[in-house]
């Protein structure tokens, strides 16, 4: 039965969200986790752009459609909150992380972080970058049942203790560094969400402690001694009145941008690799045009200017990062009563920005469930229908900061992956996407990888 979220305040003319809550706080929680498109396609048919509903135990707005994506995540009357939103899936493991700070505050460390994250600072996280990949990439052992997922995730975990951390680790102390970043990610996607010995959540707050001490212990030399590293660019960020990170601030932004940058590639890299598998016409286009680009420069490897002649892996990177954005959704917490697009949204509310299923509309793409990288060609350009159509960096205040970053090493691994290896997997193979927190394939996604 439909029952609005709440009645709009009289004589202001909006309207008031439908919806059908369901059972308190479960909901539609197991359907949308299921099949997140499908689910968002009947409501829009049932409801249009805006409907209400109860998820992961919230009162929670799904907000429909890039012209609702804008409204949230510019966020013109500051009506929308991050921290709030996010702290409830991952405020113990990554609290006063920037994504989960708000307005003015949020605004104080963006600037100085921002100078961690510009072009010079790119061109040597390249650099530093480079032999990691080749060497990681050459060593992947051809064969079928190649997990990708599972080798991607290594690799760029492996590449975060060289350009992020700086740090020279024996294999013993990055692999403890790495099992606690790995275990802090997953607990943010704990089903039993308190302390219990053993338990996801308890092993989360343990990593938590871990990373908070391995970076405390290596700060001092990374103030004194700098380097071309994410953590001392943080360390030695400073905006032009002079304002700078608190040790605290360093310690909690490295541990948060780990996160962000680690799982997000691998998704990127390996939801490219499948559809590279399904259309092999696609990964031979981009095998020609590495193996042009590597000829023209006269050497395999690339450097930060190079990257905008690998205009087809551009086209598939977009693609891929319509077909599964590696974040699907963004909450935020209503702070002050507002509206979208003429509906009332009361405060205390959750309301979701769905990129994954926004990527999917009709209503916005042609055959969205069709990989077509062609879409993004200049001719067609099809994202520009609206600037939030394509959004798997989000938008507003809180929009990626690591988006060319992100570009520049999912962009690079493919260079030296094409030149080595070519993949595939049988004709009706379709990948068993896990949905029910970021996606990534149940079974790692295994291809018969062949050395060229
Ligand atoms: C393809 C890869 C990536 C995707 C799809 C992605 C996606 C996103 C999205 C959607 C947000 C906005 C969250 C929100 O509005 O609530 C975000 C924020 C952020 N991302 Fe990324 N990201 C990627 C890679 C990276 C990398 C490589 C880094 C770091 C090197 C990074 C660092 C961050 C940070 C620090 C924020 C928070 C910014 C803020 O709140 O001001 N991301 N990312």
């Not at 360390?235 to 490295?254: I, P, S």
């Not at 493919?414 to 290896?421: A, G, K, N």
Request: hydrophobic share 40%.
């Amino acid at each position: 039965m439909t029952s609005v979220l709440a009645p709009p305040p009289e004589g202001s003319g909006l309207k008031a969200v439908p919806g059908v809550p369901g059972i308190p706080y479960v909901g539609n929680t197991l359907s949308v986790m299921r099949d997140p498109i499908g689910m968002a396609r009947r409501r829009y048919e049932e409801y249009g752009p805006i409907a209400w509903g109860w998820l992961l135990g919230m009162r929670t707005c799904t907000v429909q459609g890039p012209e609702a994506a804008e409204a949230v995540l510019v966020n013109r009357d500051k009506a929308f909150a991050n921290g709030p939103a996010w702290s409830y899936f991952i405020g113990p493991f990554f609290h006063r992380g920037i994504m989960l700070l708000d307005f003015e505050e949020h605004l104080h460390h963006r600037r100085i972080m921002q100078q961690a994250f510009t072009r010079p600072r790119l061109q040597a996280y390249m650099e530093a970058m480079a032999p990691g990949i080749v060497r990681g990439v050459e060593a992947w052992d051809a064969r079928s049942g190649f997990k990708v997922y599972d080798h991607v995730k290594q690799l760029t975990l492996d590449l975060a203790t060289d350009v992020f951390m700086g740090v020279e680790l024996d294999r013993a102390e990055a692999d403890r560094v790495n099992g606690a970043f790995i275990d802090a990610v997953r607990a943010g996607t704990a089903y039993v969400r308190f302390n219990v010995r053993g338990l996801r959540w308890n092993k989360g707050l343990r990593a938590r402690r871990e990373l908070e001490a391995f970076f405390y212990q290596h700060l001092p030399a990374k103030r004194r001694d700098g380097g071309d590293d994410l953590f001392a660019a943080l360390c030695e960020a400073e905006t032009d009145d002079g304002q700078r990170f608190t040790d605290e601030d360093v310690v909690n932004h490295m541990i948060f941008a780990l996160m962000a940058a680690h799982d997000t590639t691998t998704i990127t890299l390996t939801t490219m690799a499948y559809y590279l598998a399904k259309y092999p016409e696609w990964q031979e286009r981009l095998r020609d045009e590495t193996f042009a680009l590597a000829e023209r420069l006269g050497r395999p490897s690339l450097e930060y200017a190079d990257l905008d002649a690998l205009t087809g892996i551009d086209m598939v990177m977009k693609e891929s990062l319509r077909m599964v954005p590696p974040v699907p959704a963004l909450p935020r917490r209503v702070v002050k009563d507002t509206s979208i697009l003429g509906y009332h949204i009361p405060a205390g509310t959750t309301v979701v920005v769905p990129m994954l299923s926004n990527h999917h509309m009709s209503q916005w793409w042609k055959d969205p469930d069709t990989f077509d990288p062609e879409r993004f060609s200049p001719d067609r350009r099809e994202d520009k229908v609206h600037k939030y159509a394509w959004s798997p960096f989000g938008g507003g205040a809180h929009k990626c900061i690591g988006m060319y970053f992100a570009g520049m090493q999912v962009k690079t691994i493919l260079h030296q992956v094409l030149q080595r290896y070519r993949w595939g997997v049988p004709a009706r193979y379709e990948w068993p996407l896990d949905t029910t927190s970021l996606p990534s394939p149940k079974d790692g996604l295994p291809v018969r990888l062949d050395r060229l």
